[in-house]
C-alpha cells in the first residue's frame, strides 16, 4: 500500500466525508430504546453480532464483487451486485439510508472527478458500498484494505451514536472500540472469502427494532 492510497482510504473512511452517516444509528437507537444495549457490554456484543452474522455475510463479499466490477470497468456487473445489496436491506429505513448515503458519495466522487460516478448519480436505488468500492477501485486502495476501511467506519459511527444514545463517556467508546478492533482483520478476511452461494444473511430482531424506529415517539437519528 503506498502513502498516497493509504491517505485516499482515511479520507475515504473519515468521519468528516459529507455524506451525511452522522444521522443513521441502523437500528441501534430502538435497541437502546428497547434495553437491549445498555452499557458497554451489551454494546460491544451487539456491535460483534452485527460484524460477524450480517456485514460478515453480506457487506464483505458483495463489496469483494463490485471492488472487482469496478477494476474491470464492468458497469453493469457493478448495478448487478448494486441491487442484490438492495435487495438484502431488511426495512425501509436501511434501504432509504443506504440510498442517501451512497447518492451522496457518489455527488461528492464526481466532485472529485471520478468520471464513472456519474453514472450512479440519480439512480433509484444507490447503495453506499457501491459508491465506496467505486472510490477504492480507482484510488488504488488494494481491496482487503479498502474493507476494513468500510468496517472501521460503520464501527466508528456506531460508537459515536452510542456515545450520545446509551448515553457512553468517550473513554468507554474507545474501550469498546480497541476490543472490537482486533476481531476486524479475520471478519474482513473470512467475509472477502464468502462463495457467492453464501452470500445472505437475516437479524430478524434488528429488521423488527428498524422497523419500530420509524415510529419511536422520541429519537435523535433517521434509522
Not at 455524506?19 to 437507537?29: K, M, R, T
Not at 464513472?116 to 447503495?127: D, E, H, P, R, V
Request: aromatic fraction near 8%; hydrophobic fraction near 45%.
Amino acid at each position: 500500500m503506498t502513502d498516497l492510497s493509504l491517505l485516499k482510504l482515511l479520507q475515504l473512511s473519515s468521519p468528516t466525508l459529507p455524506v451525511g452517516a452522522f444521522a443513521y444509528s441502523q437500528g441501534l437507537e430502538s435497541a437502546i430504546e428497547s434495553d437491549l444495549v445498555t452499557d458497554v457490554e451489551s454494546l460491544q456484543n451487539w456491535l460483534v453480532d452485527c460484524l460477524s452474522l450480517s456485514l460478515k455475510f453480506v457487506d464483505l463479499p458483495i463489496f469483494s464483487r463490485l471492488y472487482d466490477c469496478w477494476s474491470r470497468d464492468d458497469i453493469e456487473g457493478a448495478l448487478s451486485w448494486n441491487q442484490m445489496l438492495v435487495a438484502q436491506r431488511e426495512t425501509r429505513e436501511l434501504r432509504d439510508e443506504d440510498h442517501h448515503l451512497g447518492s451522496a458519495l457518489a455527488r461528492l466522487l464526481v466532485d472529485l472527478d471520478i468520471e464513472q460516478a456519474k453514472l450512479l448519480k440519480g439512480k433509484i436505488s444507490m447503495c453506499f458500498l457501491t459508491s465506496f468500492s467505486l472510490a477504492a477501485s480507482k484510488w488504488q486502495i488494494s481491496e482487503e484494505q479498502a474493507a476494513n476501511g468500510f468496517v472501521w467506519s460503520w464501527l466508528d459511527n456506531q460508537i459515536a451514536a452510542a456515545i450520545k444514545l446509551v448515553p457512553l463517556g468517550q473513554t468507554d467508546g474507545q474501550r469498546v472500540l480497541s476490543a472490537i478492533l482486533p476481531k476486524i482483520p479475520l471478519i474482513v478476511s473470512e467475509g472477502l472469502a464468502i462463495k457467492e452461494d453464501e452470500i445472505g444473511a437475516s437479524l430478524p430482531m434488528l429488521a423488527i427494532l428498524s422497523s419500530q424506529h420509524e415510529t419511536q415517539y422520541s429519537r435523535l437519528f433517521r434509522s
